[in-house]
Structure formats: structure tokens, C-alpha cells
């Protein structure tokens, strides 16, 4: 029964000292200071057709108001994604 009880006290230590700390917020100065951006390709849906090409969901978080902005587009290209944040 021995076996454990050190090391099961010493994580349970590092658990208490990581909920103490607290997080490390960050705030922007001023609008598209930083924005996080992901495109994903999304899947041809029954009944549409896959010659058209695929669709794009585009997706944008400004920090400066921590909004989420999401559209659809044809392609994939730096056009597109310049088009979602004007």
C-alpha cells in the first residue's frame, strides 16, 4: 500500500499550485491588432454537385473585441480571406 502515496501527494501538490495561478489575460490596443483565422473545406452535401468545387468556410476572432466572424466562399485564396475582414 505504500507503493504511490509520495508520488500521488506530489501531483496533487502541482494541481493545487496550477488552479492558484491565475490566467494571463492579454488585451489589445485597437481593432485587428491580432486575429486568429482558420479555414476549414467543407464536405459536398447530397445533391449538390462535385464539379462545382468545394466551399470554404472562413473564420476570423479579432481580440481587440473577441468576435467571431464566418462566411462561406468559393476558393481558398488570400482574395477571399482579405474580402471576410473588410
Not at 501527494?9 to 486575429?35: F, S, T, W
Not at 477571399?80 to 475582414?85: Q, Y
Request: aromatic share 10%.
Amino acid at each position: 500500500m505504500k507503493y504511490g502515496i509520495k508520488r500521488l501527494a506530489k501531483i496533487e501538490k502541482q494541481i493545487e499550485q496550477k488552479l492558484k495561478r491565475q490566467a494571463k489575460r492579454y488585451d489589445k490596443d485597437y481593432l485587428r491588432q491580432m486575429v486568429h483565422f482558420d479555414v476549414k473545406q467543407l464536405p459536398v452535401l447530397e445533391g449538390q454537385s462535385s464539379q462545382r468545387g468545394r466551399d470554404y468556410l472562413f473564420i476570423a476572432i479579432d481580440d481587440y473585441f473577441r468576435e467571431l466572424f464566418a462566411t462561406i466562399m468559393p476558393d481558398k485564396t488570400q482574395h477571399s480571406a482579405k474580402r471576410l475582414l473588410e
